[in-house]
């Protein structure tokens, strides 16, 4: 399995009193779907996973599974500081119908060495054999950072469904490193929106970002740009893309929160507040994120999907 193109990092809608809002994921899918993402990863970073109850996580990804129905692949991220629930989302993703799962390391009690973060990917495996996995290296969250190259040649002795790595950091000589791994037996997904074409030019196929469910239209032009040789026009986009990531985490910021509690409801989708420990927004961050998007321009591309 190799996945390619823009994977959409979905967020988890939220009712205004924080719980799980499924009606919403349907239509979400179509309309990220109708932008040109070419897959989604549930329950990530961007969607709050860690956030979220077991039995949320359940639901939500099985709501996101039967949305897609088959059209772009879905992988569903399991990882939990309790290697258990981990291995329990696991199986319930291979029910599902899921195409792959992924696992961020556990945070609290991290693993001490590379050794045992293969037995708690071992074990998570063991209960969806038949699931490709992905490691999610986020070593800026998880504060787990061993080599991951030294990650697959373990892996490849121990786990037979290891696929590859959604490697959300910014060492590109690490990311080609694993491309080559093995005559490039495994899928390295990039994860920083803001540096793709950096990593395009490395050998990436694929990526996972939470900007692409919102603009995939952008990233999108970096790509095309980008495979038809025309280095400035891709550089003109890519500055545009991370210009509008700088804003949307700047002015005011979080980004996630400026993501979730502005730019989805300009699209039409009120997806609810932030789910604590995530601060959300005050209704003047609110107001000052929206006048900056659209005294940019920005707000107007992003809801009709056509960037100048």
Not at 200 to 208: C, E, I, N, P, T
Request: hydrophobic content about 40%; aromatic content about 10%; proline content about 6%.
């Amino acid at each position: 399995m190799k996945l390619t193109g823009l994977i959409s990092a979905t967020y988890t809608p939220f009712h205004s009193d924080g719980s799980v809002n499924l009606d919403l994921v349907a239509p979400m899918v179509d309309h990220m779907i109708e932008r040109g993402v070419s897959g989604f990863y549930v329950c990530g970073s961007t969607g709050e996973g860690e956030s979220l109850s077991v039995e949320e996580r359940k639901s939500l990804a099985k709501a996101f599974v039967s949305a897609t129905r088959k059209r772009v692949p879905v992988v569903i991220q399991v990882g939990h500081n309790t290697i258990d629930s981990a291995a329990e989302l696991a199986r319930h993703a291979e029910v599902i119908g899921a195409d792959a799962i992924s696992s961020v390391p556990p945070s609290y009690f991290r693993p001490d060495s590379l050794d045992t973060l293969v037995d708690c990917i071992e074990k998570i495996t063991s209960s969806a054999p038949n699931l490709p996995y992905y490691y999610y290296h986020i070593p800026r969250l998880s504060g787990t950072s061993f080599d991951t190259v030294a990650l697959l040649e373990k892996a490849e002795q121990r786990i037979p469904s290891f696929n590859g790595i959604k490697f959300s950091d910014f060492f590109l000589a690490e990311m080609l490193w694993c491309q080559e791994f093995a005559q490039g037996k495994y899928d390295i997904l990039f994860g920083s929106d803001e540096m793709i074409l950096g990593a395009l030019s490395m050998g990436a196929k694929g990526a996972v970002g939470s900007c692409y469910g919102f603009a995939a239209p952008l990233w999108r032009n970096i790509i095309t740009s980008f495979e038809a040789g025309d280095i400035d026009k891709a550089q003109y986009w890519m500055s545009k893309a991370a210009n509008l990531v700088r804003m949307i985490a700047t002015q005011p910021g979080p980004f996630q929160g400026c993501v979730r509690e502005v730019i989805w409801p300009m699209l039409g989708f009120d997806v609810g507040p932030m789910r604590l420990p995530n601060p959300t927004l005050s209704d003047e961050a609110r107001d000052l994120a929206r006048k900056n998007l659209e005294e940019s321009g920005f707000a107007d591309q992003i809801i009709s999907g056509d960037y100048q």
